[in-house]
Structures are given as C-alpha cells and as structure tokens.
C-alpha cells in the first residue's frame, strides 16, 4: 500500500496531526474524524465491518512507502481483523466450554491471531501488566505510548517515527463485562478461567482491572526496505 492508497482508502477523514519531539522520535497523533472506540471488542461499525471472520485473518504485507496516514489505515484495519476473530473465537469458546475452555483456547491460539510478522512489517500485543510474558512493554517508546493512552484515555491511534522504523500503537481498553471473566477483580474472575490461568500463566499479571481501564496496546513495526 503507498502514499496514493493509502489516501484513497481513508478519503473523507478529517485528519489533524501533532507533531511532538520526544528525544529521536516524532509522535504523530493522527485524530481521524469518524473517531474509533475501541476496546476488548470491535465496533459493528469499523473499517473492516463488511469482512469475513476468514478475510479478517489474511494481512496485508509488504507495503511499501508509507506515510503515516497510510500506516494509520493499514494498522486499523490488521488490528481490527485480528481483535475481530479473537474476540469471535473465545465468545464461541467460553459457550461451548465456559470460560476455562475460552482461556485454554487463548492459550494455544492467540499467538497466531495476535502476531503477524513478514519481510519489513510486524504486529503483536503488548501490555504492562501482561499474562504472557512475550507480551511485555519492549523498550521506551513502548511504555511512553502505554503512558500516554493511560493518561489521555484517548482511543485514537499513534504513530511514532524514528531514524529506522515508524511504529504504530492502538490502545485496548476493558469495555465489556465479559473481558472481566478473564482480567477482573477477584470477585469478578470465574472460577475455572481462574484455574487455567494459574495453570498456564504462573507469573500473571492481568487480573484485577475494572471497565474503562487500559488493557494493553497493539503495536505494528513497519521498517523501510534499503
């Protein structure tokens, strides 16, 4: 996806970008004028609505060129695909199962929906208070975006560029009750997921959070081709 696709695919946003310099970095905080509430679910009116749960799971790779509206695009709609079937598979789970069996679906299969990685581009979950421990804030710009999401509130995605990459971070929010089966209080957890959760995730860090609490962050890594 270039510059020129990338514009086409957003037409009709209203754009407004901040720049802030932050050591090497530039922060590009791009408001988007049909505004994205996002959070342990994805809104029924998102970029991806019309999608398929199977056309939701193929990315699109090896973009080239990007600018930082294109990468804005091309973030929200990996992430929103992705969060899509997650979501889709761990409700479908958690009926058939209950929510033990929703965590040990998570166990073995969120990796694959949650990372993507390709040639020059890659996307995974990240979180402070994190249940795998491959998902742990990485480095600073990690943890300046996760500050600054848990200071704003802000549902809108940034871009970060610096001399190699340009990085992407979209927030996760706790919005339905149901994502406190698995990441409530102690009165809010269910008993079973509870149990899996000791089972599979010894050094957890992901429980006792409450609604409208930030979750964790996507972040997609777009590195230039020499």
């Known amino acids: 996806m270039g510059p020129s696709a990338g514009a086409a695919r957003i037409a009709g946003w209203c754009i407004f970008a901040c720049m802030l310099r932050r050591g090497k970095a530039t922060l590009v905080v791009a408001f988007v004028g049909l505004g994205l509430f996002w959070g342990c679910r994805t809104s029924s009116s998102g970029h991806d609505s019309g999608k398929t749960a199977s056309q939701a799971q193929v990315p699109v790779e090896k ?45 073995l299969a969120a990796e694959t929906l949650a990372y993507y990685h390709s040639e020059n581009l890659s996307l995974q979950r990240l979180a402070e208070r994190y249940r795998n421990p491959k998902n742990k804030l990485q480095d600073s710009l990690d943890q300046a975006a996760f500050t600054y999401f848990q200071t704003t509130h802000s549902k809108t995605p940034i871009v970060w560029k610096t001399s190699s990459e340009w990085r992407y971070y979209r927030p996760i929010y706790i919005i339905m009750p149901t994502c406190l089966k698995c990441h409530g209080s102690k009165e809010e957890l269910d008993a079973l997921a509870l149990t899996e959760i000791r089972k599979h995730y010894p050094g957890d860090k992901a429980t006792g959070f409450q609604m409208g609490d930030l979750r964790g962050l996507w972040r997609m890594t777009y590195t230039a081709s020499p």
């Open 63 to 107: 973009p080239q060129q990007l600018d930082s509206i294109a990468l804005v695009a091309l973030g929200d709609s990996l992430t929103t695909a992705r969060q899509q079937v997650l979501l889709q598979r761990l409700l479908q789970a958690s009926e058939k199962e209950g929510w033990g069996g929703a965590l040990r679906y998570c166990h």
